[in-house]
């Protein structure tokens, strides 16, 4: 339980953390260009879904792995799946929802750690 101003709430703060395997090789500052790339391209079909991405500048990125990429976003307090980044929930249904691989990564794992 969390006491903010003038209220006590049970919700906590989070951060999501998206794995991401690339079919080809290449480095930490060729993923961010090519992240980039596609967030900017699905953003122009989905603007109200993608406000505000702080990792442009590829400070949430990592790489943990050859091919392997981290991105992780948090939220000072987390309600529910809409506090979960848009990119993200966009990622995980259209990779869900298509049967073929249609991106140049694949979902390796997802998840939410919390306080």
Known sequence: ?????????NSSSASYILTLQTKDNMSISEFNIRFNEFIDEIKRFNEREFTNI?????SDISAIDDN???????????NGQFDIPGFMRYIIVEDRINDEEMWWFKIKDFKIESD
């Open 54 to 58: 702080r990792f442009l500048d590829g």
């Open 68 to 78: 392997i990429f981290k991105i992780e976003s948090w939220t000072s307090m987390h």
């Open 1 to 9: 339980m969390k006491i903010k101003n003038d209220f006590v709430t």
